[in-house]
């Protein structure tokens, strides 16, 4: 129904274009067909007028001057040829003028007279001087008779063709301009009609069809569109929206109880979790905090937005794309509430939904004041109980050498094997309470450290010579790869690097087959670190221990090498105090591989 309407309305406006202009160009037509015919007729009367004056003249510079005396003429010896053409000549162009409506009788007579004249004139020749001047005189009024008449036909022609042809044109332009006109202005109300029309039909439908879009993506999904009348063919697209605008409202009601019940859910699930939470959209502003993370908040005076010292982390954070999960209670922050000190640990991590379409930041702070107070209360009682034991038990280490001296007094065997193993048990218990007081510095951070630039060739050489006669004993090698030399150097404690590196090469040593082959590598690890290799072949880490290995106190089962387990807890303390890092690789091809990374210079 819609495209008959477009196609009629169309229709008839190029109808109505055509119809006006073939209207114009029928009266141009009809207009210039008049004026050309009245054009043709009256300069045909003005050319033919204006002919006898010529003939006149001719036929006159042709036979006066001959009638006039000049030679005598006789009858019979003027030509009268061209005589006889000028006459059929004034005979046709009076038939043209009785043709064209002029019937001037006093011209016709003129003429008439004139040719009479030279009738008798070419019949008998006037011979004595006296009848040639009134032949001449009566040639010359006859003539100029001629030219008045046909001068005043030729000026009535004139008249008659611009002033009345210019009237006659008027009156068509008139004529013409009504006509159009009236084309025009019915055009113009057909055209309004039409429009109307269309308007009704075409552009309200969709005028309203967009306030109702509008609307709805303003979220009132209560506004529907008026059902049109019959015929219209906006009929299914008004169902249709009516129907969408329907299933849109049923949607948004079950989205809405979805969202109230997930709503609910981290509410309950954030109540319930003890820790400050705070969750955060990628502009870094708040979406949702627990109840733990208000109450934070409040006490630290800073209600509505993070802790300055969390924002700082969570900025470094954002910046370089990466979670910060740290395990080591040593790593928590310190916020004083009220006087007194609390120790929470920062996690941050990113999310992203399932559609990747949405993203956001989660911090979680741990309070970890009670486990650092433990462990400062461990630290501080293992430190004690180092220092007390130690000092008796270096006078009974001095007593024991000097038994074994037999300075005052010799020994029997039995008592020299009993003072002996003492002696070996002190200095095994010194070196334990040593490890231990190293543990206390480590965990208290107070491990002091004199870094310097260094070659890491160095530390290489003098770990492979101090393990080379416990290597021997096992028939074991230790070989040094890679340019060790030709590195740059590094920043590090040579006393403090040495001990990590000794304590490598050491438990490579003990744990290496009888003939095996400790290997020490070396590589420039990216620009920043060199990495340092120790590879045996022993046994290796049980891979459910690989996670433990750096623990304090911690051996692997079925270790049958003595130690407390605390070589690599201390390593470790000393890599991170270096900035460097530690590790295991994966067990690969019968071999174990410790490494550790030391910033270069």
């Not at 490890?435 to 107070?446: F, I, K, Q």
Request: aromatic fraction near 6%; include cysteine; charged fraction near 25%.
């Amino acid at each position: 129904m819609l495209r008959f309407r477009l196609f009629f309305g169309l229709l008839t406006l190029i109808v109505l274009l055509w119809g006006v202009g073939a209207a114009a160009l029928l009266l141009m037509r009809d207009s210039n067909k008049r004026f050309e015919k009245r054009l043709t007729s009256d300069y045909g009367i003005v050319s033919a007028a204006n002919g006898f004056r010529s003939i006149t003249s001719t036929l006159n510079s042709t036979y006066v001057p001959l009638l006039s005396g000049a030679g005598h003429p006789t009858a019979g010896s003027l030509d009268r040829t061209m005589y006889l053409g000028f006459r059929t000549e004034f005979g046709n162009r009076l038939g043209y003028l009785r043709s064209a409506g002029v019937n001037d009788e006093q011209l016709a007579t003129a003429v008439r007279t004139y040719l009479d004249t030279y009738e008798r004139a070419l019949a008998n020749p006037p011979t004595d001087q006296e009848s040639r001047d009134r032949l001449l005189a009566s040639i010359s009024a006859q003539t100029q008779r001629i030219t008045d008449l046909s001068d005043n036909i030729s000026g009535m022609a004139e008249l008659s063709l611009l002033p009345g042809g210019r009237k006659e044109a008027k009156e068509t332009a008139t004529q013409n301009y009504l006509f159009v006109s009236t084309l025009v202005l019915l055009g113009t109300a057909i055209a309004f009609i039409i429009y109307y029309q269309l308007v009704r039909h075409l552009v309200d439908p969709v005028s309203r069809l967009q306030l109702s879009i509008e609307e709805i993506r303003k979220g009132n999904f209560e506004l529907t569109l008026p059902q049109p009348g019959q015929g219209s063919e906006f009929k299914s697209v008004v169902a249709a929206f009516n129907d969408m605008a329907a299933e849109l409202k049923h949607r948004r009601g079950e989205t809405d109880d979805h969202l109230m019940r997930a709503d609910l859910v981290n509410r309950a699930i954030l109540e319930a979790i003890p820790s400050p939470v705070f969750v955060l959209g990628d502009d870094s502003n708040i979406v949702q905090i627990n109840p733990a993370a208000e109450d934070l908040t409040e006490k630290l005076g800073v209600s509505g937005r993070l802790p300055l010292k969390i924002q700082r982390i969570l900025d470094e954070c954002r910046k370089t794309g990466t979670h910060l999960l740290p395990e080591d209670p040593r790593e928590a922050l310190l916020f004083r509430i009220h006087e007194e000190e609390f120790y929470y640990l920062p996690r941050i991590f990113r999310f992203v939904s399932e559609d990747e379409k949405g993203s956001g930041w989660a911090v979680l702070l741990h309070n970890v004041s009670r486990i650092r107070w433990l462990d400062d209360m461990k630290t501080n009682l293992l430190s004690t109980v180092s220092h007390e034991i130690k000092t008796p038990l270096t006078g009974i280490r001095m007593v024991l050498h000097l038994l074994l001296e037999e300075s005052t007094s010799s020994l029997n065997p039995m008592q020299h094997t009993m003072v002996t193993s003492a002696n070996e048990d002190c200095e095994r218990l010194l070196v334990t309470l040593n490890t231990l007081l190293d543990l206390s510095r480590a965990e208290s951070g107070t491990t002091h450290l004199a870094r310097i630039p260094l070659g890491i060739h160095e530390t290489i050489g003098r770990s492979a010579r101090l393990y080379h006669g416990a290597a021997s004993a096992k028939d074991c090698i230790i070989q040094v790869e890679g340019q060790t030399e030709a590195l740059p150097e590094i920043f590090a404690d040579p006393i403090r690097l040495d001990e990590v590196v000794n304590n490598l090469v050491s438990n490579a040593v003990k744990h290496s087959p009888i003939g095996g082959t400790i290997t020490i590598r070396c590589a420039k690890q990216g620009s920043e670190f060199i990495r340092v290799s120790v590879i045996d072949s022993g046994p290796g880490v049980p891979e459910d221990s690989q996670g433990r290995i750096f623990e304090r106190f911690f051996r692997a089962p079925g270790q049958a090498n003595d130690g407390v387990g605390l070589g690599l807890f201390i390593s470790r303390e000393i890599m991170r105090a270096h900035e460097g890092r530690i590790g295991l690789l994966e067990r690969s091809t019968d071999q174990t591989e410790f490494y550790i990374d030391v910033p270069i210079a």
